[in-house]
């Protein structure tokens, strides 16, 4: 059973930028597609970016955010620059077998528990 724990979230200024990662064990990293999700206070969750042979963005954060994976430290980072406070939000590690599926949650089968991150002067 693949477990995902995110860390690397906090408060950071407009402009800043914040690294998350999302460690996973329990399978072998390789085998999965590993995506980004975030959800703000009262919105619904939304794709912004997944990862398999290829990277997708959301168009919100093309440009800005960048997704990257070791399989080895069986690790995915996203690297988020030029924050915006419409990017606070909740952030979830989100997995599925092999391939990204868009920015359907229900197409993903494994969550993490999420990292707040905030964007504010």
């Known amino acids: 059973q693949l477990q995902l724990v995110e860390s690397g979230g906090g408060l950071v200024q407009p402009g800043g930028s914040l690294r998350l990662s999302c460690a996973a064990s329990g399978s072998t990293l390789n085998y999965y597609a590993i995506g980004w999700f975030r959800q703000a206070p009262g919105k619904e969750r939304e794709g912004v970016s997944c990862i398999s042979r290829t990277t997708y963005y959301a168009d919100s954060v093309k440009g800005r955010f960048t997704i990257s994976r070791d399989n080895a430290k069986s690790t995915v980072y996203l690297q988020m620059d030029r924050l915006k406070p419409e990017d606070t939000a909740i952030y979830y590690c989100?997995?599925?077998?092999?391939?990204?599926?868009?920015?359907?949650?229900?197409?993903?089968?494994?969550w993490g528990q999420g990292t707040q991150v905030t964007v504010s002067s």
């Open positions: 989100v997995a599925r077998q092999w391939i990204c599926a868009g920015y359907v949650p229900t197409n993903y089968n494994y």
